[in-house]
């Protein structure tokens, strides 16, 4: 099923608002995030990179060095550069930092939501990567598999692999390379 123009700024929501959230937790959105929402579903086009990546780019460059992190910084030229540069170098990001900072996630939503691992990896508006949500369960659940699957295998750059083949999650790598297999 292609994704929609709408499907987009959907996800942009829910993954600004689960970004925002880490400092603002009562956060809920708004006008201005409304308005971000076009212009930053069409940066993620441009960009090619997933709403939730595309967050996670901007919230690593603006969270960290502003007191906070705004909707209107997911629009304009810069935002557009952030993400560009951001799917551009994903494989620059050392793999051992990704998954530590994907089980980080998972260890703060699993307490601070109280859902299932299957519930949070499922739930777009979490932002995992999909490389993340496909081999994070002990088995295969085919319903993440066909969800995030091919947008997993995307991702799986030659160090990312090498670096999940020599880790816990080595098991669970043909989930990604060969998920149409889990379908």
Do not use: H
């Not at 099923?1 to 942009?12: A, E």
């Not at 994907?102 to 299957?118: D, F, H, I, N, Y």
């Not at 990567?129 to 496909?134: D, E, K, L, M, T």
């Not at 085919?142 to 995307?154: D, L, Q, T």
Request: hydrophobic share 40%; aromatic share 12%; with cysteine.
């Amino acid at each position: 099923m292609p994704v929609t123009f709408d499907d987009l700024k959907n996800r942009l929501r829910a993954a600004f608002i689960a970004n925002k959230r880490r400092k603002t937790p009562e956060y809920r959105g708004g006008e201005a995030l409304e308005k971000a929402l076009d212009p930053a579903a069409r940066n993620c086009i441009k960009a090619k990179i997933t709403p939730e990546d595309y967050c996670a780019a901007l919230y690593q460059a603006y969270g960290g060095t502003y007191d906070d992190y705004w909707p209107n910084q997911m629009t304009g030229n810069k935002a557009l550069s952030i993400a560009t540069k951001y799917a551009s170098n994903y494989e620059a990001v050392a793999p051992d930092k990704l998954w530590a900072a994907q089980v980080g996630l998972m260890r703060q939503a699993l307490v601070s939501t109280k859902r299932t691992v299957e519930e949070l990896l499922f739930d777009r508006a979490v932002a995992f990567s999909p490389w993340f949500r496909v081999i994070a369960t002990v088995e295969p659940n085919r319903e993440i598999i066909a969800k995030y699957g091919k947008e997993a295998k995307a991702q799986l750059t030659p160090e990312l692999k090498t670096f999940l083949l020599s880790s816990v999650a080595a098991p669970y790598l043909d989930r990604i390379t060969n998920y149409e297999r889990y379908l």
